[in-house]
């Protein structure tokens, strides 16, 4: 399966301090895109990193892709309550669909 | 702009039932997907559509239908409603293949007893 998997399932940090989840796959990619989905929403777009990149960057994330390791990493700083949320990896390999990983829950805590 | 809008939001069949599951967006994407979600897992696509008159199988199509007849509407009909497809479903949009951004409507919370 082309899934990601996201890694750690979940994850309970303090406000302020920054949050890490990574995401692995198995075959090449085209690109991978990361994801948050609040309590009893849809999911939201968070970066999209193409297979040539190494890094991006948007506000208080930054999100990382190794394609020699398969894997990716999100790391949010400076973390907020509002951070509160299910974040998912989406992998395009270059089909006509997504596959998603099952989500790191983030309980940021005030 | 109201994104990606989904009817109902809740739902609750009994086992047997038909029902469809309305999705339609406004921004002229030609890419259209369903997906279910359930406790612990990720996104399973069911059906997607990368313009009007054509659709195709996703992950887990079992017991679903869809068609494409407009490019802002892609509605999901269950068939004949089982316990087994008691989930959320997300409806998704985006401007061409999977590659791009999806837009996700808020979904719709389904209960089959």
């Known amino acids: 399966s082309q899934q990601g998997e996201e890694d750690p399932q979940a994850l309970s940090i303090q406000e302020g301090e920054n949050a890490t989840m990574n995401c692995s796959y198995k075959?090449?990619?085209?690109?991978l895109q990361w994801y948050r989905q609040n309590s009893g929403r849809g999911l939201v777009h968070l970066i999209l990193?193409?297979?040539?990149?190494r890094e991006k960057h948007s506000g208080r994330l930054r999100v990382t892709l190794d394609t020699s390791k398969k894997s990716s990493s999100l790391l949010i700083t400076a973390s907020r309550a509002a951070d509160t949320a299910s974040y998912f990896c989406?992998?395009?390999?270059?089909?006509?669909?997504?596959?998603f990983g099952p989500g790191t829950r983030l309980s940021v805590l005030p | 702009n109201a994104g990606v809008t989904q009817t109902p939001k809740f739902q609750v069949l009994k086992t047997g039932q038909s029902m469809t599951l309305q999705c339609a967006q406004d921004?002229?994407?030609?890419?259209m997907s369903w997906y279910r979600q359930d406790p612990g897992m990720g996104l399973r696509l069911i059906h997607y559509?990368?313009?009007?008159?054509?659709?195709d199988q996703g992950e887990v199509p079992n017991g679903y239908n869809v068609s494409r007849s407009t490019t802002e509407d892609f509605p999901l009909r269950l068939l004949s409603a089982a316990p087994s497809q008691t989930s959320v479903y997300f409806c998704?949009?985006?401007?061409?293949?999977?590659?791009?951004?999806?837009?996700f409507g808020p979904g719709t919370r389904l209960t089959v007893l």
């Open positions: 998704a949009s985006s401007p061409g293949l999977a590659g791009d951004t999806q837009y």
């Open positions: 921004m002229n994407h030609e890419y």
């Open positions: 559509s990368v313009g009007a008159g054509i659709t």
């Open positions: 990193i193409r297979s040539n990149e």
């Open positions: 075959t090449s990619i085209n690109n």
């Open positions: 989406a992998i395009d390999n270059y089909g006509q669909n997504f596959v």
